[in-house]
């Protein structure tokens, strides 16, 4: 038996967890779908599922481990859990968030954080943001998050142009 990931985020899908695994896994560089489990007949009365249908994928993305859960229509996501992905240039900002929001909410795009057809929250940023935005200087983070509530998609060069400026 391989290692178990001690924390694994698991995602409460109503019935298409193994197609979101399936496009997550086509998006980031070292990830896999890992294995499917089905519901059987036993807690028919509880679940309401079908025999043979998929009930969880566990699946992997860029080396972090996730299941994916098709719980029915009782939850859906929302912004208070996100996914990050740090990025460390232009170009991967780019691949991510425009592969995460196609058919995603146009309208929860903000700040570098968008919502995938899914419903899955995700901040596509820049890696070394988190260092600019807990600058010690407040004016250069004050030019940063000025910038930064001005975006959707982030783009690096203008907030490395406001965290370098110098009034």
Not at 53 to 69: A, K, N, R, Y
Not at 101 to 121: I, M, R
Request: glycine share 6%; hydrophobic share 40%.
């Amino acid at each position: 038996m391989s290692r178990i990931q001690r924390i694994m985020p698991n995602l409460w899908f109503n019935c298409n967890a193994e197609e979101a695994a399936s496009y997550y896994v086509s998006i980031f560089d070292n990830s896999s779908i890992n294995r499917i489990i089905r519901y059987g007949k036993a807690g028919h009365d509880v679940h309401g599922k079908e025999a043979g249908t998929v009930m969880t994928v566990e699946f992997t993305l860029d080396g972090l481990q996730f299941v994916g859960l098709n719980g029915g229509p009782n939850f859906n996501f929302n912004e208070a859990i996100s996914l990050i992905v740090n990025c460390i240039n232009q170009d991967e900002i780019d691949y991510y968030w425009d592969r995460l929001s196609d058919e995603g909410d146009l309208n929860a795009q903000k700040c570098g954080w968008l919502k995938d057809k899914y419903g899955v929250s995700w901040q596509i940023v820049p890696a070394d943001l988190h260092d600019m935005l807990s600058d010690p200087d407040t004016e250069m983070v004050h030019n940063v998050m000025n910038e930064l509530f001005k975006m959707k998609k982030i783009d690096i060069k203008t907030l490395k142009e406001a965290y370098e400026l110098v009034v």
